[in-house]
């Protein structure tokens, strides 16, 4: 064997070796970190950004995502960054929007047993519009207008919003991912025990922003066909709940 043969020989071991042990690090802790970041999915897809990484952006993304972070979020520092994750984790701020979906007049007339009278539909007019045009929706993409029905939150919105601000925050430095994680951790436990499947999440989230932004549901249709219909989608990856 000549010599150049020999090393090109060791070179496309070492390759294959290098390949294999890059596969094997640590799969368990990045496929657990994909899982978590995926509750962020669906705001980040709709702004045609990453989902998938946790760490520091390059410096133009920093200015970016710190710009959008001010303007849409009045977050410009550690302490504005915690006090916003904190009041999407415990103030609730769907809690207007449950109290519309899980309300007794909802629910009687979506089950037929509540005629909407004049006065009914004065009294609930646009969530109600709203709320037909987020049901409409979700229809087209398969869901079965009875389990729409018996939903009662849309706490969704807030933790898909949390775990996207964190991630953001992490991005630009507000925060390090030490920092940010407990907060994810939390954003995620409440997604699984108030929903059953990444198909529910989704349209939790759907229905918190519809309700929200008066109806606007088109915004989410590159969306929905991205995370429910794409073969590749990170929901046909990792599981909603981890197994017992």
Same mark, same amino acid.
Request: aromatic share 10%; with cysteine; charged share 25%.
């Given at each position: 064997?000549?010599?150049?043969?020999?090393?090109?020989?060791? /070179?496309?071991?070492?390759?294959?070796?290098?390949?294999?042990?890059?596969?094997?690090?640590?799969?368990?802790?990045?496929t657990e970190l994909q899982r978590k970041l995926a509750f962020g999915a669906v705001l980040a897809q709709r702004n045609g950004m990453d989902f998938t990484t946790l760490g520091p952006m390059n410096d133009l993304d920093?200015?970016?995502?710190?710009?959008?972070?001010?303007?849409y979020w009045g977050i410009l520092d550690y302490d504005t960054a915690v006090s916003t994750m904190e009041r999407l984790l415990y103030d609730g701020m769907t809690a207007s929007t449950d109290d519309f979906i899980g309300s007794d007049e909802l629910m009687a007339i979506f089950s037929g047993r509540m005629e909407v009278t004049s006065e009914v539909k004065q009294y609930l007019a646009a969530d109600l519009a709203d709320y037909q045009k987020a049901i409409d929706f979700l229809?087209?993409?398969?869901?079965?207008?009875?389990?729409?029905?018996?939903?009662?939150?849309?706490?969704?919105?807030?933790?898909?919003? /949390?775990?996207t601000v964190a991630r953001w925050c992490v991005g630009v430095e507000y925060l390090t991912k030490e920092e940010a994680m407990p907060y994810i951790d939390e954003a995620v436990s409440k997604a699984v025990d108030s929903y059953e499947s990444w198909e529910d999440y989704f349209a939790g989230v759907v229905l918190g922003r519809c309700l929200t932004y008066d109806g606007d549901v088109e915004q989410n249709r590159q969306v929905a066909d991205d995370l429910l219909k794409n073969k590749n989608s990170i929901y046909k990856k990792v599981d909603f709940k981890l197994a017992v």
């Amino acid at each position: 064997m000549s010599v150049k043969r020999f090393f090109a020989l060791l /070179l496309s071991v070492v390759l294959m070796l290098s390949v294999a042990g890059c596969a094997q690090a640590d799969p368990e802790v990045d496929t657990e970190l994909q899982r978590k970041l995926a509750f962020g999915a669906v705001l980040a897809q709709r702004n045609g950004m990453d989902f998938t990484t946790l760490g520091p952006m390059n410096d133009l993304d920093k200015l970016r995502h710190k710009e959008m972070l001010v303007t849409y979020w009045g977050i410009l520092d550690y302490d504005t960054a915690v006090s916003t994750m904190e009041r999407l984790l415990y103030d609730g701020m769907t809690a207007s929007t449950d109290d519309f979906i899980g309300s007794d007049e909802l629910m009687a007339i979506f089950s037929g047993r509540m005629e909407v009278t004049s006065e009914v539909k004065q009294y609930l007019a646009a969530d109600l519009a709203d709320y037909q045009k987020a049901i409409d929706f979700l229809e087209e993409y398969g869901y079965e207008r009875e389990k729409l029905g018996a939903m009662t939150t849309s706490i969704a919105w807030d933790l898909d919003r /949390l775990v996207t601000v964190a991630r953001w925050c992490v991005g630009v430095e507000y925060l390090t991912k030490e920092e940010a994680m407990p907060y994810i951790d939390e954003a995620v436990s409440k997604a699984v025990d108030s929903y059953e499947s990444w198909e529910d999440y989704f349209a939790g989230v759907v229905l918190g922003r519809c309700l929200t932004y008066d109806g606007d549901v088109e915004q989410n249709r590159q969306v929905a066909d991205d995370l429910l219909k794409n073969k590749n989608s990170i929901y046909k990856k990792v599981d909603f709940k981890l197994a017992v």
